[in-house]
């Protein structure tokens, strides 16, 4: 079943409190990292899975894109996203990303933010994304680290005491649907392992660029909790390129 809890009232609202849904990207930890990795997009056409509020699609729109869609399955991310990331190059699309269906060869960068393990079949999804972008296209996506979705409710264990212990790791090789808690809601999500993210995107003609578990910056670490980030990594940031040759005219050499 395709998973739209941030069409829910209250997660929403909860959603909304956040301080990557207050501040945008400088809000988000993993997002200096990401920023490093992500292609040059001057002139280029973009496609954003799972845009949420549109702060990525804004972002590739001021850096010079021709062109910029943005998908979600959430009324309420999109209706966000117009009020707070509009831009006369950004179109915002309502679908849920197994749905949706564009001409092999349509865009030059495809980016994703912490969206992939919301999706149940992951290769289905890159075999799509492979025939969308076009050669030597550019694929850059966050997900939730594997260490992180592997036991399921994603939370610390704590000792009687009340303080943290450690971070649970379970049933890391049963991929598949885990009952999470974000936000205090319970939220389907799919773990999969490291081996399965990286070697989807081989086995599909990718060539991988870079493989990133960022750290919160240092700036957030006095943040109540955020220092605690460190001992688990919580987001995996991975960048790919298509395989095959741009067309050029008959001038491209050999």
């Given amino acids: 079943m395709k998973e739209n809890k941030y069409d829910d009232e209250i997660f929403f609202k909860k959603y909304q409190a956040m301080n990557r849904s207050q501040q945008g990207l400088i809000g988000a930890g993993e997002w200096p990292a990401m920023r490093r990795v992500l292609p040059n997009f001057k002139g280029k056409s973009i496609l954003d899975l799972g845009c949420g509020y549109g702060w990525h699609c804004l972002y590739a729109a001021q850096h010079g894109a021709k062109s910029v869609i943005g998908t979600d399955i959430s009324e309420k991310m999109l209706t966000a996203a117009a009020e707070k990331n509009s831009h006369n190059k950004i179109e915002y699309r309502l679908c849920a990303m197994e749905d949706l269906d564009f001409a092999e060869d349509t865009f030059d960068v495809i980016i994703s933010s912490l969206a992939f393990h919301y999706i149940e079949d992951f290769s289905a999804l890159i075999k799509r994304i492979g025939a969308w972008l076009k050669p030597q296209?550019?694929?850059?996506?966050?997900?939730?680290?594997?260490?992180?979705?592997?036991?399921?409710?994603?939370?610390?264990?704590y000792g009687t005491d009340g303080n943290i212990e450690h971070f649970p790791v379970d049933r890391y090789f049963y991929e598949g649907k885990r009952e999470a808690v974000f936000l205090g809601e319970q939220v389907t999500k799919y773990h999969r392992t490291l081996t399965t993210y990286l070697n989807t995107l081989l086995e599909n003609g990718f060539e991988l660029k870079h493989v990133i578990e960022p750290q919160p910056p240092e700036r957030m670490l006095d943040i109540p909790g955020m220092a605690d980030e460190m001992r688990r990594p919580m987001m995996l940031i991975v960048s790919a390129q298509k395989g095959g040759y741009a067309k050029c005219g008959g001038s491209c050499y050999a």
């Fill in 137 to 157: 296209g550019k694929l850059t996506f966050s997900v939730e680290h594997p260490v992180f979705t592997a036991y399921g409710n994603q939370d610390w264990y």
